[in-house]
Nanobody, 120 residues
Framework: VQLQASGGGLVQPGGSLTLSCAAS????????MYWHRQAPGKQRELVAT???????DYRDSVKARFTISRDNAKNTTYLQMNNLQPEDTAVYYC???????????????WGQGTLVTVSS
C-alpha cells in the first residue's frame, strides 16, 4: 500500500488550500483516515480524523476552518483548509488505517509530507 499526498503550497493569510491523499495497492478496507502536521521545531500533531463510520474530529485550533472528507471510490481523503493563518504553516502528513483483506488486521500507512506555507 502506498499513500500519495498532494496539494500543498504557498498561500496568503485568509486563503484556502485543499490537500489530497490517495491510497493505492492491496486495499480491502480503510478503517480511518487522518491528517497530521509538523511545524518547524515542533512535534507532529493530529489535525483531523475521519473514521469509516463517518465520525470526524478536529483539533481545536482548526475547528470551523478545516474539513476532512473522503472519496471511497478513489481511496482518497481530502483536507479542505480555509482561512489559513501563519500558524498553520507546517508539513502536512496523511495517514490511513488500511486492511488488505477480510479479517486481516489494519495497519497504519503514511504518505510523504506536503508543505503548506501561509505567508504574506
Amino acid at each position: 500500500v502506498q499513500l500519495q499526498a498532494s496539494g500543498g503550497g504557498l498561500v496568503q493569510p485568509g486563503g484556502s488550500l485543499t490537500l489530497s491523499c490517495a491510497a493505492s495497492g492491496n486495499i480491502f478496507s480503510i478503517d480511518a483516515m487522518y491528517w497530521h502536521r509538523q511545524a518547524p521545531g515542533k512535534q507532529r500533531e493530529l489535525v483531523a480524523t475521519l473514521t469509516k463510520g463517518g465520525y470526524t474530529d478536529y483539533r481545536d485550533s482548526v475547528k470551523a476552518r478545516f474539513t476532512i472528507s473522503r472519496d471511497n471510490a478513489k481511496n482518497t481523503t481530502y483536507l479542505q483548509m480555509n482561512n489559513l493563518q501563519p500558524e498553520d504553516t507546517a508539513v502536512y502528513y496523511c495517514n490511513q488505517r488500511i486492511s488488505s483483506a477480510y479479517g486481516k488486521v489494519a495497519y497504519d500507512y503514511w504518505g510523504q509530507g506536503t508543505l503548506v506555507t501561509v505567508s504574506s
